[in-house]
């Protein structure tokens, strides 16, 4: 079962708040595109970004427990004056919480940090601990209307195809590293099998390999007038793929954003497709060492 995907370049303005959307499994919509905030834990710069981004009109913004600023994108969202039920918001459970009773009291953790009474989308940040027990609390929290959907973040494919198969209700998003240079085919292909929709954490392959210049993004982009950090994301959603770029700085907010009136041509896309290197130069969720790391990492008490 394939996510129903609908992305229309050369939407008017009437069209605008109806396209660019993915639906889950269960009919809950979400924007293609939306707004990461990691790596920016300060209260004030946080809160400051989200209503930037919702001011230029972001309508999802993904956070986690270990980017330290749920508080920030709760506050940012009701100052914003843009209505709740308007913004798409994900937030994810560590790896300290991920169990049972954890899992359970993390979620109503971060419903309090937010001030929020739901969240649109949790997700467990890592298929680590006992994320079958973490799963199950994300079930009841998703059956109690406390979410209106769960997935999974670097949940790889064999991982994903075991949990697909195991729980009562599977994931609806899994959201891992995916950019030119790493591009993630099997998990697409895996994730497609099963009816969840890919999302994309770091986009921009966080800045390596020179891709705001390199030389195939920025050939193409030149044809279209576009950027090459505008084509990567073109990219991204061609394939399907939901995508949450991070920037602090709203010209590159509204360039992130314009990415909806051009198409690559398969051509294009076949160019890009020759750039993957098939592994990531970012993080190996393979090494013991890093899982290790992830565990010591504490975020609370």
């Known amino acids: 079962?394939?996510?129903?995907?609908?992305?229309?370049?050369?939407?008017?303005?009437?069209?605008?708040?109806?396209?660019?959307?993915?639906?889950?499994?269960?009919?809950?919509?979400?924007?293609?595109?939306?707004?990461?905030?990691?790596?920016?834990?300060?209260?004030?710069?946080?809160?400051?970004?989200?209503?930037?981004?919702?001011?230029?009109?972001?309508?999802?913004?993904?956070?986690?427990?270990?980017?330290?600023?749920?508080?920030?994108?709760?506050?940012?969202?009701?100052?914003?004056?843009?209505?709740?039920?308007?913004?798409?918001?994900?937030?994810?459970?560590?790896?300290?919480?991920?169990?049972?009773?954890?899992?359970?009291?993390?979620?109503?953790?971060?419903?309090?940090?937010?001030?929020?009474?739901?969240?649109?989308?949790?997700?467990?940040?890592?298929?680590?601990?006992?994320?079958?027990?973490?799963?199950?609390?994300?079930?009841e929290a998703y059956r109690a209307g406390k979410l209106r959907a769960i997935g999974m973040a670097n949940c790889y494919p064999q991982i994903l195809a075991d949990l697909c198969l195991s729980v009562e209700i599977p994931p609806m998003l899994n959201q891992v590293e995916l950019h030119p240079f790493f591009q993630q085919q099997r998990s697409l292909d895996t994730m497609r099998e099963y009816g969840v929709v890919p999302q994309a954490w770091g986009s921009f392959a966080e800045g390596k390999f020179g891709i705001f210049t390199h030389p195939v993004l920025t050939g193409i982009g030149k044809r279209y007038g576009k950027t090459a950090a505008q084509v990567a994301l073109r990219w991204s959603i061609q394939r399907g793929v939901c995508v949450i770029p991070k920037s602090t700085h709203r010209e590159r907010l509204l360039e992130n954003l314009n990415v909806w009136d051009f198409e690559l041509t398969p051509e294009d896309m076949e160019q890009i497709r020759a750039l993957d290197m098939g592994h990531s130069e970012i993080v190996d969720h393979t090494s013991p060492a890093f899982v290790r790391m992830l565990h010591e990492l504490k975020i609370h008490d």
């Not at 790596?39 to 946080?46: K, L, R």
């Not at 798409?88 to 953790?109: C, H, L, M, N, P």
């Not at 940090?113 to 467990?124: A, H, V």
Request: proline letters at 4%.
């Open 1 to 139: 079962m394939r996510p129903c995907i609908r992305t229309l370049p050369g939407r008017s303005k009437k069209e605008e708040k109806e396209m660019n959307v993915v639906a889950f499994r269960n009919g809950v919509k979400m924007p293609q595109e939306g707004f990461g905030v990691f790596q920016i834990p300060d209260y004030q710069e946080a809160k400051r970004v989200v209503l930037e981004a919702l001011d230029c009109g972001y309508r999802m913004v993904d956070t986690a427990a270990a980017y330290m600023n749920e508080k920030a994108v709760g506050d940012g969202i009701r100052e914003s004056g843009v209505r709740r039920e308007d913004v798409f918001v994900t937030s994810k459970i560590w790896v300290q919480d991920i169990g049972y009773e954890k899992t359970k009291a993390a979620i109503d953790r971060a419903l309090s940090e937010m001030g929020f009474d739901y969240l649109d989308l949790m997700l467990l940040h890592q298929p680590m601990n006992d994320y079958y027990g973490g799963w199950r609390a994300l079930e």
